[in-house]
């Protein structure tokens, strides 16, 4: 059983059509007893950090989820849940974030070229950096869909996969039991799938 993290932020409803699509169960709920009982977290998300962390630490999920992690549990954030999982993220100030990873999210105005738009939205390709269960499905050069204005920075022992928009971005994490990809499976069609796939399969 796939748990999703329901939170108020995120696209549950695609996310868990695309996973039951893979032949994956899955339950959407906040209640940590529940989740816990799930073989498996995503942790998805949309909108901005200061609000998904204080929505997630409301009800003690962010406890929830260094419990899991500690365990061995997979867990993987997606778009904006992928950003939760590092220290600190400073959209519109500086926020602390979980922490199950190192590194911080910062914004890509400045770093990509001038011209280019922001955000970064649409197919872009994935460079892989290194091995990691989460791409087993996924070859190097694979398109996936992309929106956001931010990106993770200074995690170079997590990153999995970069893609380019003017400067390298980091696009897909992992380290041990805990991933995430900035991007959105979901709404990638059949390698979205894919990664899905493996995700479960961890």
């Avoid at 696209?11 to 007893?33: M, Q």
């Avoid at 869909?145 to 380019?164: G, R």
Wanted: proline letters at 5%; aromatic letters at 8%; charged letters at 20%.
């Amino acid at each position: 059983m796939t748990g999703i993290i329901d939170y108020g932020v995120g696209n549950l409803f695609s996310l868990s059509s695309s996973l039951a699509a893979i032949g994956a169960e899955t339950v959407i709920t906040g209640d940590c007893d529940v989740l816990a009982s799930c073989d498996r977290i995503i942790l998805p998300g949309v909108g901005a950090f200061e609000d998904a962390i204080a929505r997630l630490r409301a009800p003690g999920l962010d406890v929830f989820l260094h419990d899991m992690a500690s365990s061995g549990k997979p867990i993987m954030g997606i778009c904006l849940g992928m950003q939760l999982l590092f220290e600190e993220s400073y959209e519109y100030g500086c926020h602390k974030g979980l922490g199950l990873l190192k590194g911080k999210v910062v914004p890509m105005a400045g770093v990509i070229p001038e011209g280019l738009k922001v955000p970064h939205m649409g197919w872009n390709s994935l460079s892989i950096v290194r091995d990691h269960p989460l791409l087993r499905n996924t070859p190097d050069g694979e398109h996936m869909y992309f929106v956001h204005s931010y990106f993770a920075t200074d995690c170079e022992d997590s990153v999995i996969a970069n893609t380019d928009y003017g400067a390298p971005l980091t696009a897909a994490v992992g380290k041990d039991n805990v991933c995430g990809a900035q991007f959105h499976p979901e709404k990638s069609g059949t390698a979205g799938l894919r990664m899905l796939k493996a995700f479960v399969e961890m």
